[in-house]
């Protein structure tokens, strides 16, 4: 936790008083912020939290004068920068302000960036745009400024196109480019939504260490409590284009005021492990050994050039009504062991057994009667559901694939809509009459209905509110109970795997570096990858749940 | 294309202009619909509202100028134009439906098929190149002349270069809709692979075929009447507007009319196919409906 860096007595860098922000052209709809006041002084940060739809990221784009004025106008209060008064600036001027006095970085730095350009290029323009530096001089401040940003080999980078960094060093990029002229705030939305634990930490670390060194004031969005935990001096808790309650870090996490807040912060999933559940049935539904599966492409004569290996020398078993989490960064192979065990994709070799069968070297028409028995949750509910097919349809079209009777499918599909607790006209209606987690629900229903063996879940919380996604999770647990399905989780998210699984197999570089059950790999972890893993959850000394530090170091 | 300036004009009139500042005026659509509804009507009730059998000749009527008998004159061999330029509605309408219902058909199904399949897909789309190569014009008149002129030989020229345009469309369409999750969920249910095809993937396809279509058919309408005017399409008696149009060049300077009507008709009738065309497109886009639910 960071001590107070700023003088709560100095003059605010950014002010926003009373801001209600609605629908360009409609008066009459209620408004997307209604009236919202929220204050930065210099070197402090602030950090602007709530769920999705919360109106946390217009208010961030409206202080940087870059509203889609097409949909949404200020209606009425004030953003006083410096104490003018941003609103009634004209473009020219805002144009002015932003990057010299204010910047702005963005969740996805590939898309921030132009993509033809080289990155050096890109931060050089900024100085041409705002400063009279002689070129030279623009190429030295660059590569001084990559070189804050503990960006490696800066002469090599500085002539790199977006696409060959990573992700974590494109976003030092974009970090350089909006603090290399010295701004007095800098806004940061979601700045590390996209990129993996261990890099959020160090980009975090960095944004840390240039507001001490610039004396930046910070308006950090995020939805994640973990780094609000890590990073906030003070934090506003918005809700529905309001700000519910404010105040400094520690009041908000020891004794929040309002009932959103509390239910906002005891929806985090601790990574405190759940008490281990007692062994239950030992029959073995699924099986992977050695699996392998390698891309690579079809050279000349059918000969195979081998590629990148994706997944090596996987393996695992899980038992009937038992949960196994795969976790792992992005590129770890997780999802690729969780494609090929439904047969999307090709294991390259190894074998699966799903429930004593041998499903890997079967054809596309010979693994169809197999089929019913593993489904699957995919992560983005809004696109695995099919838009054109009412919620009944797609439910009913698996077991009805399997030859039951439409009626009785129906039937069923009924049933599973009320047990993951939809309405019951929910069955006639089209998957965009409802929000993520109900679709999220909906697919729930959809694979339970073929009465699997095992449901992989393919980060199938990820996309959700961290108050929906305890609700899923719920679910999931729920199903898991009553029908004794297995479920194989796939995640990279450790708080989820510490509450929901039995076992854990911690994936990197598409080799398991660690199987063991949840409880040993997350307070007892034995390859210095899972260390790392651990060390770099935000928040992680912090029991959001139960609004008090953690008293034991959970590494 | 003095009609489209007209109407461009008319639109800029305040009377048209609708109140929302961003819902598209459906007046121009409109108008383009009542003109293709009409040629339709006029192609279907030709025999009824035809003053004279089209064929027939009238040596002693030849040339003559819009009267009470001939309602826009008459031809070089007396026939009334007035019903010559009504029968030749129906050819062209029936040729530009024809072909589009059959290219849209074929090009759908091969596009299917070749999205969804990798291995197919490299064949197939270098036959769909092979074709594409083919000027449609070039392949009538060897198909007439080996053939024969009729309508049939004159559709099919007309189709087979179409195809490969529809097909590159709907692969296009196949292969990102391929990559939805929920097409993965259909497999992952043990969908067969027609069922995927038509339940999953082909309704993506519908919108861009529709517009698609449109013009297939206002491109097929204009070849038919090409090539009839060439030479190289229905044989010569028969009324179309690119007979009509070519029977009535050599006396163009005493009989004006003789281009004038037929060459109206058709311009009408393929600006106003256009026409829905654009107003489909801009309605089937997506992007665009996202604008209207944004508001």
Known sequence: MTKPSFDPTSAPVLEVKDLVIGLTGDDKSSPVLNGISISIRAGETVCLVGESGSGKSVTSLAAMGLLPRQALEPRSGEILFEGEDLLKADAGRMRALRTKSMAMIFQEPMTALNPVLTVGQQICEVLQEHTKLAASDQKKTVLEMMREVHLPDVERIFGSYPHQLSGGQRQRIMIAMALILKPKLLIADEPTTALDVTTQKQILKLIDEMQEKQGTAVLFITHDMGVVAEIADTVYVMNRGNVVENGPIDAILTEPLRDYTRKLLSSVPSLVPRAPRPHGSSEVVLSITELEKVYGKKGWFGKFEAGTKAATDVSFTLKKGRTLGIVGESGSGKSTVARCVMRLIDPTSGSIRIGGQEIADFSRRAIQPHRQHIQMVFQDPYRSLNPRITVGDSIIEGPMNYGVPKAEAMKRARELLSIVGLPDDAIKRYPHQFSGGQRQRIAIARAVAMNPKVLVADEAVSALDVSVQAQVLDLLADMQEKFGIAILFITHDLRVAAQICDDVIVMQKGRVVEYATGHAVLTNPTHTYTRQLIDAAPGRHWDFANFRPLETNAA | ?295
């Open chain 2, 1 to 295: 294309m003095a009609q489209s300036s007209l109407l461009g004009a008319a639109m800029r009139l305040p009377m048209f202009r609708s109140k929302g500042r961003h819902k598209k005026s459906l007046f121009i659509p409109g108008l383009a619909l009542l003109v293709l509804a009409l040629t339709v009507i006029f192609a279907i009730a030709a025999p009824w509202l035809a003053t004279h059998d089209p064929m027939a000749m009238t040596p002693s009527a030849r040339l003559k100028p819009a009267n009470d008998a001939y309602l826009l004159g008459s031809d070089a061999y007396g026939r009334d134009l007035y019903s010559r330029v009504l029968y030749g509605a129906r050819i062209s309408l029936f040729i530009g439906l024809g072909a589009t219902v059959i290219s849209v058909g074929i090009g759908l199904a091969i596009g299917l098929v070749s999205g969804f399949f990798r291995v197919l897909d490299a064949i197939v789309m270098r036959i769909m190149d092979a074709l594409m190569a083919i000027p449609s014009l070039l392949l009538a008149i060897a198909v007439v002349s080996l053939t024969g002129a009729s309508v049939w030989t004159v559709m099919f020229a007309i189709t087979v270069p179409e195809i490969p345009r529809v097909v590159r469309l709907v692969r296009s369409v196949v292969l990102t809709a391929r990559e939805e999750p929920y097409v993965e969920a259909a497999i992952a249910a043990g969908s067969s692979l027609p069922k995927i095809l038509w339940r999953h993937l082909m309704p993506n396809t519908l919108a861009p075929l529709i517009v698609q279509g449109t013009y297939v058919c206002a491109s097929a309408i204009l070849t038919e009447a090409i090539l009839s005017f060439l030479g190289a399409g229905v044989s010569t008696e028969t009324p179309t507007w690119g007979n009509i149009m070519a029977e009535g060049r050599a006396y163009f300077q005493i009989a004006p009319q003789l281009i004038f009507w037929p060459g109206l008709a058709l311009s009408l009738c393929i600006l106003s196919i256009n026409l829905l065309g654009d107003t489909a497109r801009d309605l089937l886009d997506p992007r665009m409906k996202k604008r209207e639910a944004a508001k």
